[in-house]
T-cell receptor, first 113, second 113 residues
């Protein structure tokens, strides 16, 4: 269906290690895949996004990969720091859905000192 | 990205009353979205508001309960009518520039007693 499946729901990693969050979708018309970070009590903030004509995008310690054939995309955070602790949401949109975002359920990332 | 001013930031309301939430954007945008977010949950789209036309509501949300105004390209309001404790949640407005690049207001934390 339209939903975006996001895993895991909770991820606990040691400070300095890498974290990977994965999302899968079924609508092949999807062409835009953003990732949002939401700290407690704050609004969601866009941290990185990727469009369907690109397979990977990096911004310092954050990267997103997209596999259109398998219909999944992942967020990679390297050298994790305490300030990375937050809830991360993936989403997708397409022209067919009038560019409305379809959201994953979220992943609570905990960075252990 | 657009800057959105949302108010009130929080309110405690008596059941049976109504609350109007406002979002002011620093530039003209075509599409504005209203979301609800329960604690620890993902974002649920209430409706899409385009200037000059009636808002489009998602399944489970109706105009009588959540009337929306969009008088111009920089402003929108969402009213939560005849409130009950089940309406306690965080309400967020969001805008998109072009077809991508969604940004969010700071949210309204509503508690109904």
């Amino acid at each position: 269906g339209e939903n975006v499946e996001q895993h895991p729901s909770t991820l606990s990693v040691q400070e300095g290690d890498s974290a990977v969050i994965k999302c899968t979708y079924s609508d092949s018309a999807s062409n835009y895949f953003p990732w949002y970070k939401q700290e407690l009590g704050k609004r969601p903030q866009l941290i990185i996004d990727i469009r369907s004509n690109v397979g990977e995008k990096k911004d310092q310690r954050i990267a997103v990969t997209l596999n259109k054939t398998a219909k999944h995309f992942s967020l990679h955070i390297t050298e994790t720091q305490p300030e990375d602790s937050a809830v991360y949401f993936c989403a997708r949109s397409s022209m067919d859905s009038n560019y409305q975002l379809i959201w994953g359920a979220g992943t609570k990332l905990i960075i252990k000192p | 990205s657009a800057v959105i001013s949302q108010k009130p930031s929080r309110d405690i309301c008596q059941r049976g009353t109504s609350l109007t939430i406002q979002c002011q954007v620093d530039s003209q945008v075509t599409m504005m979205f209203w979301y609800r977010q329960q604690p620890g949950q993902s974002l649920t789209l209430i409706a899409t508001a385009n200037q000059g036309s009636e808002a489009t509501y998602e399944s489970g949300f109706v105009i009588d309960k959540f009337p929306i105004s969009r008088p111009n390209l920089t402003f929108s309001t969402l009213t939560v009518s005849n409130m009950s404790p089940e309406d306690s949640s965080i309400y967020l407005c969001s805008v998109v520039r072009g077809n991508y690049g969604y940004t969010f207001g700071s949210g309204t934390r509503l508690t109904v007693v």
